[in-house]
């Protein structure tokens, strides 16, 4: 497995970086505890409370759902105000949540999906329909460094798969990062192998036992031990996972994706990586290379979302207003009798307008003067107009 520390923070500083600060969480249920366990969840939560990020909504999605469960989960997330998500899933399972959220109008504008490297990784392999739905998604995924080595491992491979199959297309094939990590450790635990075995006694025939005998408890440290260059960059093993130094944001577009940025080992988003010379890789995000660039968001909006979006119920705030004589500085209410409109005007007013323009949403609200038929005051004020509320007039 991976360890996901830095792609966590470098979700975190995202969310950061558009100022928002509610997000709805949809990641994988798993019912299956002889899987590996996945720590991203709760490490996730846990960097966000630190960030004063709140996560509103968790929707947890198991692989043995159909489409009409998946398209029930959205149903109840489009009912929440909160327009950001980020997606924590398989391929498989995210591949079918796009197609259905494009069917839902949750691919349009106003909307943001953050998608983690779990599913990012597999782009390569996804479906030209899959792909079309995922418009405007921002995708961690685990960055390749450009090399020699990877070209020549490459070309070698589509030489040798031509020759076996002539008729297939072999020019698009390409090592995503999960691939050059499986050659990397094949490599390594080959070299591991040969290490170990040159130390085995010659007359020693047990090899079915290989595995639990001594030889097979050191070829295991050799390769915990393990910290090397391999094709895919830095190889370093931690508490048995693999470290993903960095990740490259990708923004999907048409049929492809487009790199937008990185995200450092220390959960930084940069727009480059700069490498110097110095016998190794260093990464440099200075000042000037925050952020990232230019993002084309779902329904092909320039616009950052806000992060909320209005109900699609159209319900309206009402906002009871007292009609009196005096202090009409605080409150006013004035009815025009040639345009037939009523203005509501003061400083109570002013506060409140105010309040909601601070929001990172809208509300769609409206005055109403508390008065009879005369457009004169009703009641006793306060005590009457408090229970008009409690009667939800």
Known sequence: MHDQTSQVKGVAALMELYKWNTVILVHEENYDLNVDHDDTIPYMVSSFEEKNIRISFMSAIAASFNDDQIIEQLHELKT????IFIVHLSHFLASRL?????RMGMMSKGYAWIVTSKSMNHFSLTDFSVVESMEGVLGFRSYIPQSKEVQNLTSRLRTKFYAEEPNVMQASMQFNVLGLLAYDITWRLTKAAESIVAKIPSNFTGLDTFKTSMQGSLLVQELLRSNFKGLGGEFRLINEKSISNTFEIVNVIGNREKRVGFCTSKGRVTREIINE????RQLIASATNSGLQPITWPGGSLTIPQGRMLQSSGKVLKIGVPVKLGFQQLVNVRHDLYTNTTDVSGFCVDVFKAAL???NYQVQYQF??????NREKTGTYYNDLVYQVYLQV
């Open 80 to 83: 929440l105000q909160t327009s």
């Open 98 to 102: 796009f197609i259905n959220a494009k």
């Open 277 to 280: 010379c110095n016998h190794r």
């Open 357 to 359: 323009e601070g929001l």
């Open 368 to 373: 109403i003067p508390f008065m009879d038929a």
